[in-house]
């Protein structure tokens, strides 16, 4: 089990390695990115509004992990898109 935190300021960051976008962050630490792993733990920060432009990626955690976004009065979304479309995962 290992802690993580991502700081986010925009939807993608200036490329696909750039981990203060969202979409980046969704890739990695979903069940088949790099920071992936049963029982880890991830905090996502938002450091500015975050404007999507479509659907964020669907996320798909390793059982036992867990996701917190921490909003802090800032939010991601926009023309009805959505943010973080996840599903449990199965035993």
Do not use: Q
């Amino acid at each position: 089990m290992t802690d993580f935190s991502f700081t986010v300021s925009s939807e993608n960051g200036s490329g696909p390695n750039d981990l203060t976008g969202l979409n980046n962050v969704i890739a990695v630490i979903d069940n088949c990115g790099t920071k992936a792993g049963v029982g880890n733990n991830y905090t996502i920060t938002l450091s500015a509004n975050v404007t999507l432009s479509k659907d964020s990626l669907a996320l798909n955690l390793d059982n036992g992990a867990t996701l917190t976004v921490v909003g802090g009065g800032l939010g991601a979304g926009g023309g009805n898109h959505d943010i973080l479309a996840c599903r449990a995962a199965s035993a």
